[in-house]
T-cell receptor, first 116, second 110 residues
Framework: AQKVTQAQTEISVVEKEDVTLDCVYE???????LFWYKQPPSGELVFLIR??????QNEISGRYSWNFQKSTSSFNFTITASQVVDSAVYFC?????????????FGSGTRLLVRP | DGGITQSPKYLFRKEGQNVTLSCEQN?????MYWYRQDPGQGLRLIYY???????QKGDIAEGYSVSREKKESFPLTVTSAQKNPTAFYLC?????????FGQGTRLTVV
């Protein structure tokens, strides 16, 4: 079965705090892709990162960083020094690599509220 | 600008009516998708299409229909058979690296 679990339904932090959003996935494929998307109140999903299953290097982009661990099937997302503009719903998604349809399987999302 | 355009942004439907949501892309992507999002929920796949004149059911296709007559266009019809159509609908297209999403259509049954 292919599945993505985001156990944190909602997180509230005060501005400048660091926050980590958890993502656990299930797949039997050896090749797959993982994504994070941000959904601001406007509704459109904004692409943040794509990672393939063969690349376990952590990635940092400004205040954003991602920790991919195949051993625990996790792809966690950390925002350092959070800002009010980071308030949004964040989705983790899985794309089975053996599936040429490029389907994206989404988690249920984590709503992040950053308070001033 | 390249991207995906969904229209209308808000749509109201009377019970028993069919309505069609528009999705157009100029990214030259072969694959296109329709997702449904309910409040507090993730995105569930309704239909997807990998090439023109071909499409496949997703996880919640009942009560919906699609067509793919042109590469750029993937309209979704919400039929009267869909018992609970009030939701936010997102269209996406994809290349091998990432999926691009439209701004969504919020459908309400009145």
């Amino acid at each position: 079965a292919q599945k993505v679990t985001q156990a944190q339904t909602e997180i509230s932090v005060v501005e400048k705090e660091d926050v980590t959003l958890d993502c656990v996935y299930e797949t039997r494929d050896t090749t797959y892709y993982l994504f994070w998307y941000k959904q601001p109140p406007s509704g459109e999903l904004v692409f943040l990162i794509r990672r393939n299953s063969f690349d376990e290097q952590n990635e940092i982009s400004g205040r954003y960083s991602w920790n991919f661990q195949k051993s625990t099937s996790s792809f966690n997302f950390t925002i350092t020094a959070s800002q009010v503009v980071d308030s949004a719903v964040y989705f983790c998604a899985l794309s089975p690599g053996g599936d040429s349809s490029y389907k994206l399987i989404f988690g249920s999302g984590t709503r992040l509220l950053v308070r001033p | 600008d390249g991207g995906i355009t969904q229209s209308p942004k808000y749509l109201f439907r009377k019970e028993g009516q069919n309505v069609t949501l528009s999705c157009e892309q100029n990214l030259n992507h072969d694959a296109m998708y329709w997702y449904r999002q309910d409040p507090g929920q993730g995105l569930r796949l309704i239909y997807y299409s990998q090439i023109v004149n071909d499409f496949q059911k997703g996880d919640i296709a009942e009560g919906y229909s699609v067509s793919r007559e042109k590469k750029e266009s993937f309209p979704l019809t919400v039929t009267s058979a869909q018992k609970n159509p009030t939701a936010f609908y997102l269209c996406a297209s994809r290349n091998d690296r990432e999926a691009f999403f439209g701004q969504g259509t919020r459908l309400t049954v009145v």
